[in-house]
């Protein structure tokens, strides 16, 4: 098993879970400065993650 694919296929499931995690974070959004700064940090980092896994995959060869 190709270490570089399974790292590619964490960072995208860590990727999705932030995503997922922010968008429950927005559904049960108050009017808080936390709560938005938690949204903005997770958006970004999950997003983040999920590219980079995504590339990552894509990038591999299997020889």
């Not at 400065?33 to 980079?52: E, K, Q």
């Amino acid at each position: 098993m190709n270490i570089k694919r399974f790292f590619g296929g964490l960072l995208t499931v860590l990727g999705i879970g932030s995503l997922i995690y922010t968008a429950i974070l927005f559904a049960n959004l108050s009017n808080g400065s936390n709560a938005i700064r938690s949204i903005v940090i997770y958006g970004i980092l999950g997003l983040l993650f999920f590219i980079s896994g995504i590339s990552l995959i894509r990038t591999v060869r299997d020889n």
